[in-house]
Nanobody, 123 residues
Protein backbone atom coordinates (compact mmCIF):
# COMPACT_ATOMS: atom_id res chain seq x y z
CA UNK A 1 0.00 0.00 0.00
CA UNK A 2 1.43 3.34 -1.07
CA UNK A 3 2.04 5.65 1.86
CA UNK A 4 3.37 9.14 2.31
CA UNK A 5 4.02 10.27 5.87
CA UNK A 6 4.93 13.84 6.79
CA UNK A 7 6.81 14.80 9.92
CA UNK A 8 8.67 17.78 11.33
CA UNK A 9 5.85 20.26 11.76
CA UNK A 10 5.40 22.33 14.88
CA UNK A 11 5.26 25.78 16.41
CA UNK A 12 8.00 28.26 15.56
CA UNK A 13 8.51 31.97 16.04
CA UNK A 14 8.60 34.34 13.06
CA UNK A 15 12.02 34.22 11.46
CA UNK A 16 12.60 30.66 12.62
CA UNK A 17 13.14 27.45 10.66
CA UNK A 18 11.59 24.03 10.33
CA UNK A 19 12.36 21.03 8.16
CA UNK A 20 9.52 18.85 6.97
CA UNK A 21 10.14 15.27 5.92
CA UNK A 22 7.99 13.19 3.60
CA UNK A 23 8.76 9.49 3.82
CA UNK A 24 7.33 7.31 1.08
CA UNK A 25 6.79 3.59 0.91
CA UNK A 26 5.68 0.99 -1.62
CA UNK A 27 6.85 2.91 -4.67
CA UNK A 28 10.15 4.01 -6.15
CA UNK A 29 10.68 7.63 -5.29
CA UNK A 30 12.74 8.45 -8.36
CA UNK A 31 9.78 7.59 -10.62
CA UNK A 32 7.60 10.31 -9.11
CA UNK A 33 7.49 14.05 -8.88
CA UNK A 34 6.97 15.03 -5.25
CA UNK A 35 5.28 18.26 -4.29
CA UNK A 36 4.50 20.09 -1.11
CA UNK A 37 1.12 21.77 -0.79
CA UNK A 38 -0.32 23.72 2.10
CA UNK A 39 -3.75 24.69 3.28
CA UNK A 40 -4.44 27.48 5.72
CA UNK A 41 -7.76 27.74 7.60
CA UNK A 42 -10.48 29.06 5.32
CA UNK A 43 -8.25 28.95 2.25
CA UNK A 44 -7.81 26.59 -0.67
CA UNK A 45 -4.94 24.18 -0.87
CA UNK A 46 -2.01 25.70 -2.73
CA UNK A 47 1.23 24.39 -4.16
CA UNK A 48 4.43 25.41 -2.43
CA UNK A 49 7.30 23.49 -3.99
CA UNK A 50 7.93 20.52 -6.23
CA UNK A 51 10.91 18.40 -7.25
CA UNK A 52 10.81 16.49 -10.50
CA UNK A 53 11.60 12.81 -10.94
CA UNK A 54 13.61 13.13 -14.15
CA UNK A 55 16.32 15.64 -13.45
CA UNK A 56 15.64 16.84 -9.92
CA UNK A 57 14.49 20.25 -11.08
CA UNK A 58 13.06 22.33 -8.25
CA UNK A 59 10.04 24.59 -8.44
CA UNK A 60 8.78 27.16 -5.94
CA UNK A 61 5.88 29.54 -5.77
CA UNK A 62 6.84 33.20 -5.43
CA UNK A 63 5.92 33.66 -1.74
CA UNK A 64 8.48 31.03 -0.65
CA UNK A 65 11.30 31.60 -3.15
CA UNK A 66 14.58 32.22 -1.41
CA UNK A 67 13.24 30.91 1.91
CA UNK A 68 12.22 27.30 1.23
CA UNK A 69 14.36 24.54 -0.26
CA UNK A 70 13.17 21.16 -1.45
CA UNK A 71 15.45 18.13 -1.67
CA UNK A 72 15.10 14.41 -2.23
CA UNK A 73 17.08 11.41 -1.04
CA UNK A 74 16.14 8.48 -3.23
CA UNK A 75 18.17 6.05 -1.14
CA UNK A 76 16.12 6.95 1.92
CA UNK A 77 12.87 7.32 -0.03
CA UNK A 78 12.39 10.74 1.48
CA UNK A 79 11.78 14.30 0.37
CA UNK A 80 12.53 17.29 2.55
CA UNK A 81 11.28 20.86 2.72
CA UNK A 82 13.63 23.17 4.56
CA UNK A 83 11.73 26.28 5.58
CA UNK A 84 13.70 29.32 6.73
CA UNK A 85 12.70 32.86 7.64
CA UNK A 86 9.21 31.66 8.42
CA UNK A 87 6.36 34.16 8.51
CA UNK A 88 2.95 34.01 10.17
CA UNK A 89 1.39 33.68 6.71
CA UNK A 90 3.22 30.37 6.29
CA UNK A 91 0.95 28.89 8.96
CA UNK A 92 -0.91 25.96 7.40
CA UNK A 93 -1.20 22.22 7.21
CA UNK A 94 1.52 21.02 4.85
CA UNK A 95 0.98 17.98 2.65
CA UNK A 96 3.33 16.05 0.42
CA UNK A 97 1.96 14.44 -2.72
CA UNK A 98 3.25 12.16 -5.47
CA UNK A 99 2.63 12.39 -9.21
CA UNK A 100 4.08 9.89 -11.71
CA UNK A 101 4.87 12.29 -14.54
CA UNK A 102 5.88 15.89 -13.89
CA UNK A 103 5.53 18.73 -11.42
CA UNK A 104 2.28 20.67 -11.53
CA UNK A 105 0.44 22.98 -9.17
CA UNK A 106 -2.85 21.26 -9.98
CA UNK A 107 -3.55 19.24 -6.86
CA UNK A 108 -6.03 16.97 -8.66
CA UNK A 109 -3.16 15.57 -10.73
CA UNK A 110 -1.55 13.96 -7.70
CA UNK A 111 -2.26 10.32 -7.06
CA UNK A 112 -1.03 9.97 -3.50
CA UNK A 113 -1.15 12.23 -0.47
CA UNK A 114 0.16 12.25 3.04
CA UNK A 115 -1.96 13.02 6.08
CA UNK A 116 -0.50 16.48 6.62
CA UNK A 117 1.72 18.21 9.15
CA UNK A 118 0.73 21.36 11.02
CA UNK A 119 3.11 24.30 10.82
CA UNK A 120 2.31 27.27 13.04
CA UNK A 121 4.36 30.46 12.92
CA UNK A 122 3.53 32.70 15.84
CA UNK A 123 5.18 34.71 18.56
Amino acid sequence: QVQLVESGGGLVQPGGSLRLTCEVSEFTLDNYAIAWFRQAPGKEREGVSCISSRDGSEYYVDPVKGRFTIARDNAKNAVYLQMNSLKPEDTAVYYCAAEPTWCTWASYEYDYWGQGAQVTVSS
